[in-house]
């Protein structure tokens, strides 16, 4: 299921306006040195800042100050360290898989449209070519007159690898809901367009949509094949 990186970060901030601005720890003399004083409300925004990787977050993270337990792990600088530490790493990790798609990302060679053995529905048929195996999108569209929208047959996440054999199974009423006018022993254009899921990050730091498309956009890891087909 797609990650609602703008839900989750709004739950996480809601949680820390939450606290009161008062509220502190203090005296914490086991904790690692500079994290021994803060107030609860700056450790909440500089864990989310860290997590969901946003420096506006870090506006509202403020020192403690404390003059017999070091307070210099949550300040609105450490917290913007972190996070530029944290989205380094993202970067990188983004970037290599980047270079692994370029070299060998699966790709569409061709696709059919089959009638299902119901004599009812339809079976999309999809090859590929490539050698990196990984979690891609499938999506298979109905392409009616220039001016309308495409109507969606079919979008689902799958693993493809070198030695993919798939028949993705379309009930003809799922069709019909996209697209009333549909019809069976006609023939419609279809585009069918595959595109590499690069995750959204995880525990440590997840990934907004921005950063994803700046550092590697979905135009670069998708590809499509548009064909009549009949059905």
Request: glycine content about 8%.
């Given at each position: 299921?797609?990650?609602?990186?703008?839900?989750?970060?709004?739950?996480?901030?809601?949680?820390?306006?939450?606290?009161?601005?008062?509220?502190?720890?203090?005296?914490?003399?086991?904790?690692?040195?500079?994290?021994?004083?803060?107030?609860?409300?700056?450790?909440?925004?500089?864990?989310?800042?860290?997590?969901?990787?946003?420096?506006?977050?870090?506006?509202?993270?403020?020192?403690?100050?404390?003059?017999?337990?070091?307070?210099?792990?949550?300040?609105?600088?450490?917290?913007?360290?972190l996070?530029?530490?944290?989205?380094?790493?993202?970067?990188?990790?983004?970037?290599?898989?980047?270079a692994?798609?370029?070299?060998?990302?699966?790709?569409?060679?061709?696709?059919?449209?089959?009638?299902?053995?119901?004599?009812?529905?339809?079976?999309?048929?999809?090859?590929?070519?490539?050698?990196?195996?990984?979690?891609?999108?499938?999506?298979?569209e109905?392409?009616?007159?220039?001016?309308?929208?495409p109507?969606?047959?079919?979008?689902?996440?799958?693993?493809?690898?070198?030695?993919?054999?798939?028949?993705?199974?379309?009930?003809?009423?799922?069709?019909?809901?996209?697209?009333?006018?549909?019809?069976?022993?006609?023939?419609?254009?279809?585009?069918?367009?595959?595109?590499?899921?690069v995750?959204?990050?995880?525990?440590?730091?997840?990934?907004?949509?921005?950063?994803?498309?700046?550092?590697?956009?979905?135009?670069?890891?998708?590809?499509?094949?548009?064909?009549?087909?009949?059905?």
């Open positions: 299921m797609a990650f609602d990186y703008s839900g989750e970060r709004s739950k996480a901030t809601r949680a820390c306006e939450a606290i009161a601005r008062s509220d502190y720890q203090s005296g914490l003399y086991f904790n690692p040195e500079g994290y021994r004083s803060y107030y609860v409300r700056s450790k909440c925004f500089q864990e989310a800042a860290v997590r969901f990787r946003d420096l506006d977050l870090c506006r509202q993270v403020r020192r403690r100050w404390s003059l017999l337990s070091s307070s210099w792990g949550y300040t609105s600088a450490r917290c913007r360290q996070v530029d530490e944290g989205t380094a790493v993202d970067r990188a990790e983004l970037e290599r898989t980047k692994a798609y370029v070299s060998g990302g699966m790709k569409l060679r061709d696709f059919r449209v089959e009638r299902n053995g119901n004599g009812r529905d339809v079976d999309i048929v999809p090859t590929f070519v490539g050698t990196y195996g990984h979690g891609y999108t499938l999506t298979f109905i392409l009616p007159a220039p001016s309308g929208a109507a969606l047959l079919h979008t689902l996440g799958y693993y493809v690898g070198e030695n993919a054999n798939m028949r993705v199974y379309v009930p003809q009423a799922d069709i019909r809901k996209q697209f009333p006018a549909f019809s069976l022993n006609r023939v419609y254009a279809v585009r069918a367009t595959i595109t590499l899921d995750g959204h990050g995880g525990q440590s730091g997840y990934w907004s949509p921005a950063f994803i498309e700046h550092v590697f956009p979905v135009r670069e890891r998708s590809q499509s094949i548009t064909k009549q087909a009949s059905f």
